[in-house]
């Protein structure tokens, strides 16, 4: 039977991060995921954003993560040589109601630590941005727009030069803990492979909740809830009208339908946010209504023929389409019981963000554990 030190379950950008991280410190380390390469799902499929950690409630770990990572990140992209631009964030208003809201932002972000934001009034916004229709905006200097796949490419090359394996098309079937770890069958393009391993880590992202049903011993209670929202993007054909990013004020339990870059310059509008039931990456014709309604509010002069569908992402939220916000939960033994099982649920947005900061916590847990 193989023996393996850490078995992790998952290859997006979570599980790469952690498997590079890890890797520093174990022997033998594995990364497997089903599908026929890393980052095939949510960290292949999203806004490429760089998050500044503006939004999320004081002493939550989307919060703590966020700002850490932001700054590990653009730390080993300068040094990694990995395409980054800190390009900047407007997070605009319309009208009295919501520039009231943006400074309860501005206040809540710089309990955060995030205190790089500044007042941007009606008459400046013309000049910075003449496209743009907007009363107020909140400036965030440090959001920034990455290249999400050279990235999970150097994590992966960074794993694999201190011995850790990547191997595709595997999934794990079940677990079960021993005296010194667990007992994993993993399905290997029709094979069934038994491994022991002494540590696990489930960071399988839109798959985490299924895959914690079937290790053997965790209590059901200690599993939460999964709820698959898909988002939406429109390209926009011709030069984009923007310098940065423009976020209206979050709605419908997301951050709005914004305006982002690549690193090429193609602008793109998106996500909106809707919950399913089956993961499928449809794109419902009527979709383009909606998108120019909630667009035209600060791009009046929005041409519609220019929209065009992109592409979808599914984020694995544990926050339900009406509910209250839900923070990451990294869950270790003091919580479940079963020593050397660490799970990573509801790891949406600002996982990409958080992903160096992310693994930096999870092998802090391992060490404890």
């Known amino acids: 039977m193989e023996k393996v030190n850490v078995l992790i379950i998952g290859a997006g950008v979570i599980g790469l991060a952690i498997a590079a991280k890890i890797s520093q410190l174990f022997d033998d380390v594995l990364l497997v995921d089903k599908n026929v390469s890393f980052g095939e799902e949510t960290s292949s499929r999203n806004s490429e954003v760089i998050h500044a950690g503006i939004y ?19 730390q080993y992209c300068h040094e990694r040589h990995i395409p980054v631009n800190k ?23 710089r309990s955060n ?38 990235y999970m490419q150097s994590l992966l090359a960074q794993a694999e030069q201190d011995n850790a394996m990547f191997v595709a098309q595997t999934k794990m079937v079940n677990a079960s803990p021993t005296k010194d770890g667990f007992k994993v069958i993993l399905e290997c393009q029709g094979e069934l492979l038994t491994i022991k391993c002494k540590y696990l880590i489930n960071c399988a992202g839109l798959h985490s909740e299924s895959v914690a049903h079937t290790i053997e011993g965790l209590k059901k209670s200690y599993i939460p809830k999964l709820h698959w929202c898909r988002g939406h993007y429109f390209s926009y054909q011709g030069k984009s009208p923007f310098k940065q990013l423009i976020y209206p004020v979050p709605r419908d339990n997301g951050l ?12 793109k509008f998106g996500p909106d946010t809707q919950y399913i039931e089956q993961l499928d990456y449809d794109f419902p014709e009527k979709l383009k209504e909606k998108f120019i309604k909630q667009v035209s509010e600060y791009f009046p002069t929005l041409t519609p023929d220019k929209l ?42 600002p996982g990409l963000t958080s ?12 060490k404890v554990d």
């Open 308 to 349: 065009q569908p992109a592409y979808a992402g599914i984020r694995p939220k544990l926050q339900a389409a009406d509910g209250p916000f839900k923070d990451f939960v990294i869950q270790t033994s003091e919580i479940h019981q079963l020593k050397g099982l660490i799970n990573l649920f509801g790891i949406d947005s």
């Open 256 to 267: 709005g339908i914004h305006a982002s870059l690549d690193m090429g310059g193609q602008l």
């Open 56 to 74: 999320y409630p004081k002493n939550s770990l989307k919060a703590k993560l966020c700002v850490r990572g932001k700054k590990m990140l653009y």
């Open 113 to 150: 630590g995030v205190d790089d934001l500044t007042w941007i009034d009606q008459e400046t916004l013309k000049h910075l941005e003449p496209k743009l229709q907007a009363t107020a905006a909140l400036h965030s200097p440090s959001t920034g727009i990455i290249d999400s796949h050279a």
């Open 355 to 366: 992903s160096l900061a992310i693994a930096e916590y999870v092998a802090e847990k391992l």
């Open 87 to 109: 390009i900047g964030k407007l997070l605009v208003a319309q009208g009295a109601e919501e520039e009231a809201f943006l400074k309860k932002i501005q206040i809540s972000a």
